[in-house]
């Protein structure tokens, strides 16, 4: 499951791209996703499944719980140089991809039949898969944004060049929050890829 801000999509993945600055950059950091958890408890299979339509993690944009959620969000950070023979041109770019997973977890005290247990690893092995399918989207879109600043052309003023490359980023943002559409709908959020519970 996706979302994105501030453009809607399934789930949750927030965009935010930086204005232009002159001065050093810090280098772009792309790490492994935050995993962030809810608590549930139940003894059959029925009863887990309630407590994550009720318990889990709201997505914004549908407005109802899933079972899973993933947020992401993407920044960039760019130079340039003025030069009378062609006026301003990116000089560096830097790029980063933030990502959060929320999924749930079976309080230690709860004592489930051998068969619902050994269903339920297996449905959270699927259901993570799914969830870093949706990082998978992030990544490529930091990886767009970065190529699509880094080879925009010089511009007239620097400033003409801030909106381009801005506009740039936000375009790769634009398609991710398409791109996490598709997964979901492709998908099913999950079930395809076995996460059906």
């Known amino acids: 499951m ?18 232009a600055l002159a001065e050093p950059a810090m280098p772009a950091i792309t790490v492994a996703p935050q995993i962030e958890t809810y608590d549930i408890a ?5 009863e887990l499944r309630q407590q994550m339509n009720t318990l889990g993690p709201v997505d914004k944009t549908e407005k ?14 760019f130079r340039w140089e003025r030069g009378a ?8 770019v830097d790029t980063g991809l933030r990502a959060k997973i929320v999924m749930p977890h079976l309080l230690p005290s709860v004592v489930l039949p051998v068969d619902v247990r050994t269903s339920w690893n297996a449905y ?13 989207i992030g990544e ?10 880094r080879t925009l052309p010089a511009a007239a003023t620097c400033e ?21 559409i598709a997964y979901d709908r492709d998908t099913r959020h999950g079930a395809t890829q076995g996460a059906k519970w």
């Open 160 to 180: 003409d060049l801030e909106r381009a490359a801005n506009e740039a980023g936000n375009a790769a943002i634009r398609k991710a929050n398409g791109d996490d």
């Open 140 to 149: 490529a879109a930091r990886a767009d944004a970065e190529r699509s600043i």
């Open 2 to 19: 996706m979302v994105s801000t501030p453009l809607a999509v399934s789930g949750m993945a927030l965009a935010i791209a930086f204005p």
């Open 124 to 136: 959270l092995e699927k259901l993570m898969l799914h969830e870093k399918g949706h990082v998978a």
């Open 85 to 92: 023979a062609y006026g301003c041109r990116i000089t560096g």
């Open 64 to 77: 109802k719980h899933f079972h899973a959620l993933t947020t992401w969000r993407v920044s960039w950070h």
């Open 42 to 46: 139940g003894a059959t299979a029925d």
